[in-house]
T-cell receptor, first 113, second 112 residues
């Protein structure tokens, strides 16, 4: 059972380049999330989705876009990367409201030069 | 808005000693609370969660947490630390809008 899979796991970009991170889950979860993790700041929510075709902004959405065209996939895009977007990105999914916990991918480490 | 505060970004304990990691939340209604653990270069793994069924919650690897509404706390404990417990620990709260908010994390070091 793969759970939540993120690709790529590592990427180096130059300032101004664009890229897309892919998250795929095989648990039929409705809710999916993108977080970024930076030292001393914990995890901060970038965008999330409560179902196929829906997206919503989190705490730190600027500079990112997302799409959820299929229930199992949640894409995070950077249109013009900036050094401030150097971070570790985590995708997560959740199977129901209330007490349903998050299931995390292993993370994608992005460096913007 | 809901938030989570973890007191102590770094905690060191001796092997075999009690582990206590502190978490306080702010919420106008009883929330759903979680503790996650992150080992180096890995994703986050659920340790335990509070769902209002019981105030004392037992999780994996011998960890437990007690929900105290009067203190708005959900501290994580383990009676005896193992070297393998060294990791980053995160407290999180889920709101009614299905957003999860995380604390800034506590790095646990276990001294042999």
């Amino acid at each position: 059972n793969a759970g939540v899979t993120q690709t790529p796991k590592f990427r180096v970009l130059k300032t101004g380049q664009s890229m897309t991170l892919l998250c795929a889950q095989d648990m039929n979860h409705e809710y999916m999330y993108w977080y970024r993790q930076d030292p001393g700041m914990g995890l901060r929510l970038i965008h999330y989705s409560v179902g196929e075709g829906t997206t919503a902004k989190g705490e730190v959405p600027d500079g990112y876009n997302v799409s959820r065209l299929k229930k199992q996939n949640f894409l995070l895009g950077l249109e013009s990367a900036a050094p401030s977007q150097t971070s570790v990105y985590f995708c997560a999914s959740s199977y129901w409201e209330g007490a349903g916990e998050l299931f995390f991918g292993e993370g994608s480490r992005l460096t913007v030069l | 808005a809901q938030s989570v505060t973890q007191l102590g970004s770094h905690v060191s304990v001796s092997e075999g000693a009690l582990v206590l990691l502190r978490c306080n939340y702010s919420s106008s209604v009883p929330p759903y609370l979680f503790w996650y653990v992150q080992y180096p270069n890995q994703g986050l793994q659920l340790l335990l969660k509070y769902t209002s069924a019981a105030t004392l919650v037992k999780g994996i690897n011998g960890f437990e947490a007690e929900f105290k509404k009067s203190e708005t706390s959900f501290h994580l404990t383990k009676p005896s630390a193992y070297m393998s417990d060294a990791a980053e620990y995160f407290c999180a709260v889920r709101n009614t809008g299905n957003q999860f908010y995380f604390g800034t994390g506590t790095s646990l070091t276990v001294i042999p």
